[in-house]
């Protein structure tokens, strides 16, 4: 399971980035992915990295402002958010995958099992 940390109130424009551990050396072996989830909404992905961390994705609607990393040494994977707008206000949680794919040599993380807490980032002036 994974634990994440470093959401907060921020204004619309400003930077955030946020924290995932894992709490057993296996989850090292796995592509982790970002999710971010709006109250009344579906659980949404916008990023997942591979397990080495050489190889990332992201949903359209992030894509150039965030960047997806992660330090197996640690066991941890991190989202620097950029430029956060209003509507992206939202708890952010992290998540192993089960499975990797490439579908027109993009990589498409599937099988997202273990939840954390998550982290909450409202994005408000």
């Known amino acids: 399971q994974f634990v994440e940390s470093g959401g907060g109130s921020v204004q619309p424009g400003e930077s955030l980035r946020l924290s995932c551990v894992g709490s057993s050396y296996s989850e090292g072996v796995y592509a982790i992915g970002w999710f971010r989830q709006v109250p009344g909404k579906e659980r949404e992905q916008i990023s997942c990295v591979s397990q080495e961390g050489s190889i990332t994705s992201y949903a359209s609607s992030v894509k150039g402002r965030f960047t997806i990393s992660r330090d197996t040494h640690k066991n941890t994977a991190y989202l620097q958010m950029d430029n956060l707008k209003t509507e992206e206000t939202a708890v952010y949680y992290c998540?192993?995958?089960?499975?990797?794919?490439?579908?027109?040599?993009?990589?498409?993380?599937?099988?997202?099992?273990?939840w954390g807490q998550g982290t909450q980032v409202p994005v408000s002036s």
């Open positions: 998540s192993s995958a089960q499975a990797t794919r490439y579908i027109g040599g993009i990589l498409e993380c599937i099988g997202f099992e273990s």
